[in-house]
């Protein structure tokens, strides 16, 4: 029997999978070192779960409204208006299981079969599945490490084509790092308005900022004409340690608001009521614990940073914002291991794995064939652990 074509062109997610293999070599004991997982290791914070425990308690266990309850949609208007200088209604609102759904949400408002999404890489790597699975084509567009890896806006008026419905970008970004300026999603803002597509933006890990001169801009604060075309996607999963909790959503036009409430309500219904209360809390509770969690993010950084870079034949840039190191190791291709000649970042990844048992993420995927992705989202122990690990590695190969 014929199966569905669009569904069995969808990559299945080689990050979760490196994150199961891990979690498998460490159930048979052995002493693995992931880098793999992109989710903060620390709990969430008491008075987050304390709130879900509160809502259990007071019978809070039944459907909500497909798009969230009023009390979080208002709580996220709250914070997009606070931190972000955007003011929505709660009607322009949908909270939904994580930002992966909110993003696949706003793909299938938006595509029709064929249309063309616009992906600078390297980039997250679910973005071009949740593409094809709305039915578009995701168009990569490669930026430089030259510039910070942060798009030419020149690349993007070529990209263009009559079936161009949007551009998605992140900032800061995974994998690399990366933080966009205000020039630099000014211009992305501009050619969005000229060309009328509509723009996706990815801001899950804006909280994680360790460049003092740098801010995190919404590209919908940016004026009238791109608030109207920018579905901002964000969520509870990085700043407050929630990965499993699963919140995340979209602000957007009421118009795309409407129609994404709708594909929700017969997809999954509202997220978990209780996990709205939850995010609740979070969104409107006390915000040190975002701080602390971004202070201790900071710290691995510099340390993971210095200590790959003194690395004969990796390099990276140094990241400016989420818990990604990005490193390029095709300074080692060429060496051999075991008398095998290394010729692509898989390749490194698979024998570091083999030989020191440490866990890093191949980027073919992101549309970075050369680099692995380290997330430095586990302890300092964890690192030094790792980084000596590598060290060794390399120090014998051939
Ligand atoms: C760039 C980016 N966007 C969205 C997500 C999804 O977040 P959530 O866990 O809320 O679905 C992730 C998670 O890894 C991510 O890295």
């Not at 990050?15 to 048979?28: G, H, M, N, P, R």
């Not at 501009?190 to 933006?201: M, Q, R």
């Not at 992101?366 to 590695?393: H, N, Q």
Request: hydrophobic share 40%.
């Amino acid at each position: 029997m014929q199966l569905s074509n669009k569904v069995k062109s969808v990559k299945p997610s080689s990050t979760i999978a490196l994150t199961a293999k891990s979690a498998e070599y460490k159930a048979q004991g052995l002493d693995v070192v992931a880098f793999a997982a992109g989710e903060p290791d620390f709990d969430t914070p008491d008075h987050i779960k304390e709130a879900a425990i509160l809502a259990i308690n007071q019978g809070k266990t039944k459907y909500t409204p497909a798009a969230g309850t009023m009390d979080i949609r208002k709580a996220v208007c709250d914070k997009l208006e606070k931190d972000n200088g955007l003011k929505y209604l709660p009607e322009q609102i949908v909270v939904s299981n994580g930002a992966k759904q909110a993003l696949v949400n706003a793909f299938l408002a938006i595509i029709n079969e064929g249309d063309e999404v616009i992906i600078p890489g390297p980039f997250w790597l679910s973005y071009a599945e949740m593409v094809k699975i709305a039915g578009g084509v995701p168009v990569v567009i490669n930026t430089r490490k030259e510039d910070s890896f942060v798009v030419d806006p020149k690349d993007i008026e070529d990209a263009i084509t009559p079936k161009t419905k949007a551009i998605i970008f992140n900032t800061p970004s995974n994998p690399t790092g990366m933080i966009y300026t205000e020039e630099a999603i000014r211009a992305i803002a501009d050619i969005a308005v000229k060309h009328d597509i509509f723009v996706i933006s990815d801001e899950i890990y804006e909280k994680l900022i360790y460049v003092k001169d740098k801010k995190h801009v919404s590209i919908a604060s940016l004026g009238p004409e791109i608030y109207d075309r920018t579905i901002v996607v964000n969520g509870v999963s990085k700043s407050f340690s929630m990965t499993g909790w699963r919140i995340g959503y979209t602000a957007s036009n009421l118009t795309i608001a409407k129609l994404i409430s709708s594909a929700q309500s017969h997809m999954t219904s509202g997220p978990c009521s209780i996990s709205q209360a939850a995010a609740v809390a979070a969104l409107t509770g006390p915000q040190d614990c975002v701080e602390e969690m971004r202070k201790a993010f900071e710290k691995r950084m510099e340390y993971i940073y210095e200590r790959v870079n003194a690395m004969d034949g990796l390099s990276c840039l140094k990241p400016e914002g989420a818990f990604y190191l990005f490193v390029d190791v095709s300074g080692v291709y060429g060496k051999k291991y075991n008398g095998k000649p290394i010729t692509s970042a898989a390749e490194f990844a698979a024998y570091l794995l083999e030989d020191k048992l440490v866990v890093a993420v191949p980027c073919a995927d992101f549309a970075a064939p050369d680099y692995l992705r380290f997330s430095y989202a586990v302890s300092i122990d964890t690192i030094k652990k790792g980084m000596d690990r590598i060290e060794a590695f390399l120090g014998k190969l051939e």
